[in-house]
């Protein structure tokens, strides 16, 4: 059995599409457990007009938000796997039947996303955008160093492995109390997410007002994950890594030199413990290396030498015609700045 926990607030205008959404999944054996968190709209009267044994109406006159709701779920599912589901979003039929599927052939495997659409006004899919999530657990642990690697709402989690190490969401990371939980989780289980859309995600203005505080919360969560790997850092190195998570970078010589030796330790430390993947860990460092050149060569050709020393075997045709792209690059903004 599947338990999905929905909380709601105040979803008069697309929590009858979200609950339609679950009820009409083509993998029946499932409860759907609704946390109305104190709504003062319509909310409440519209979803006692489904009728169906499988929900679960949890209703409150006080609102304690969502990640209160979130952990009363995890109690009250009876369900082996827990799924995700927001009062304004939609599943697609075929959600948890694919995650169901992909859970049991997996034993290994505690946490299963997916892709999603974006959509913003309305059910519309030409005002649909893709988010296109990386695949295998390696892939996904490198990319959790710098992104949250998973959509919150469509994922599927086992329900044992919470239990088994008493993992929560917290109050103190939120809005960022799904990334906080995916962080903790991954000392315990594996990940993957399905290549395939199973979720539409919608976006409206009441989410804008926790972007600056889910920056701030996420950001501090990426900071101590890198120090799991490094140790503690200096307060520079807390300043570089801050720059690389944002992607402002200064093009200063002294300061590229500075953010040049500091991917260098992420990189050689990693080779040394293993963490990560280290040819995907590398990779994706490199590519860090390739956005800062291609920000800063206009200002400073200096960080060609940089790029140079990063990759002193200088054996590939990709290593030249990049080394090319970066000289003709900087040539070309000097002619604009004439």
């Not at 959600?95 to 290994?108: A, K, S, T, W």
């Amino acid at each position: 059995m599947v338990s999905v926990i929905m909380p709601v607030y105040n979803s008069e205008k697309y929590v009858s599409s979200a609950i339609h959404s679950i009820l009409t999944q083509t993998y029946t054996d499932f409860e759907l457990l609704i946390f109305n968190d104190g709504s003062t709209d319509n909310s409440r009267e519209i979803i006692l007009q489904f009728n169906d044994p499988r929900i679960k109406l949890f209703d409150y006159d006080t609102n304690a938000g969502i990640v209160n709701r979130l952990n009363t779920g995890i109690e009250e599912a009876i369900g082996k796997y827990i799924a995700r589901m927001d009062a304004d979003d939609i599943s697609l039929p075929r959600r948890f039947e694919m995650q169901v599927d992909y859970l049991e052939n997996n034993p290994g495997i505690g946490l299963c996303g997916a892709w999603i659409f974006e959509i913003t006004n309305s059910d519309d899919p030409r005002q649909k955008k893709l988010y296109k999530y990386v695949q295998d657990h390696e892939q996904i642990c490198i990319k959790l160093l710098r992104h949250n690697s998973f959509a919150h709402p469509v994922v599927m989690l086992r329900r044992s492995i919470l239990m088994e190490h008493n993992l929560r969401y917290e109050q103190e990371f939120f809005p960022s109390e799904d990334y906080r939980l995916w962080i903790r989780l991954k000392h315990v289980t594996r990940f993957y997410n399905i290549p395939e859309t199973l979720l539409h995600y919608r976006i409206h203005p009441n989410q804008i007002s926790t972007l600056e505080s889910d920056n701030k919360k996420s950001n501090r969560i990426k900071i101590e994950l890198i120090k799991e790997l490094l140790g503690d850092l200096s307060e520079k190195e807390e300043d570089l890594y801050t720059d690389i998570i944002k992607q402002k970078y200064n093009n200063s010589t002294s300061y590229l030199s500075d953010l040049y030796s500091f991917i260098n330790k992420i990189i050689i430390t990693n080779k040394i413990k293993k963490e990560y993947s280290p040819a995907l860990l590398t990779r994706e460092f490199e590519s860090i290396w390739k956005s800062v050149s291609r920000k800063c060569i206009g200002k400073n050709r200096k960080v060609i030498l940089f790029w140079m020393k990063l990759y002193p075997t200088k054996t590939s045709f990709k290593y030249y015609a990049y080394i090319f792209y970066l000289v003709l690059s900087s040539l070309k903004m000097s002619k604009q700045l004439k």
